[in-house]
């Protein structure tokens, strides 16, 4: 199988780069004052796309930390795909007018699937599907909410969408560092054509080494990343070591 892209992850919260655990807001580390220094530290790494989402925008349902996001599109070169309070046509150009490569829908998904479709249809290759889950069922708006839809059944009102991507977190894992939920992220990638990007969980090299084994039983689609945050600003992961890991 080719390689896997790693996606480090700077979650905004008061125009700071912080870690939650299990979408806890009030359960933030906070690891740099300076998006745009940090998103430049990951690039000077050798990463190669950056994961970045607005916390306080995806439970306002606005952008609130543009700021931020503007410094770190001003420090790097490599590419930005953005999630967080994304919830119209126009908000969704701005950014992408702005410098992000890809931006990630994700409440919208769930509640305004039109929406997705005809983001997908304007800008091709442009537009990801975050599909944020808790025992399985969708949650929204910044994680606040859970809802009776499953995780698989928002990813199959896609397929024929255009997505890039979906990128599917396991909430009760995010932060945890005890490791992805593979089972699910394996499920869901074999039953969709999607690519699909994992998240929520890692916690060492041998994380990622268990997923890039597995990864290429996913007979139908794909999974073509993983997303890593506080194992790397903890210093749990090297990052040459993980890249070379997920490499070819």
């Known amino acids: 199988m080719s390689g896997l892209t790693l996606y480090p992850a700077i979650d905004l919260k008061d125009g700071q780069c912080v870690r939650l655990r299990r979408g806890d ?10 998006p745009g220094a940090q998103a430049r ?6 990463f190669r796309w950056l994961h970045v989402v607005d916390l306080n925008g995806a439970f306002a349902g606005q952008p609130v930390n543009a700021g931020a996001v503007r410094a770190i599109l001003a420090n790097v070169s490599i590419p930005v795909q953005l999630g967080g309070g994304i919830r119209d046509l126009g908000g969704i150009e701005r950014w992408l007018v702005a410098g ?19 983001a997908c249809r304007s800008w091709p290759g442009r537009i990801a599907v975050g599909i944020d889950a808790r025992d ?3 949650a929204t708006e910044g994680w606040a909410e859970t809802s ?12 024929d969408a255009g997505a890039a991507a979906i990128i599917y977190t396991d909430i009760a894992r995010d932060g945890m560092l005890g490791g992805l939920n593979l089972e699910q992220t394996l499920d869901l990638a074999a ?3 999607t690519p699909v990007i994992a998240s929520g969980g890692v916690g060492g090299l041998d994380d990622l080494a268990a997923l890039k084994r597995q990864a290429g039983g996913a007979r139908r689609g794909l999974i073509d990343g993983v997303i890593v945050g506080r194992a790397l600003y903890d210093g749990r992961i090297d990052p040459v070591a993980a890249l070379d890991l997920l490499a070819g």
């Open 136 to 138: 399985g069922f969708v």
């Open 41 to 46: 530290v990951w690039q000077d790494a050798g």
């Open 25 to 34: 807001m009030d359960d933030a580390t906070i690891y740099s004052d300076h």
């Open 100 to 118: 992000v490569r890809r931006v990630i829908l994700g409440s919208a998904a769930a509640k305004n699937p039109e929406l997705v479709r005809e």
């Open 148 to 159: 009776s839809m499953k995780a698989l059944d928002l990813a199959l009102r896609f397929e």
């Open 191 to 193: 039953q969709i054509s």
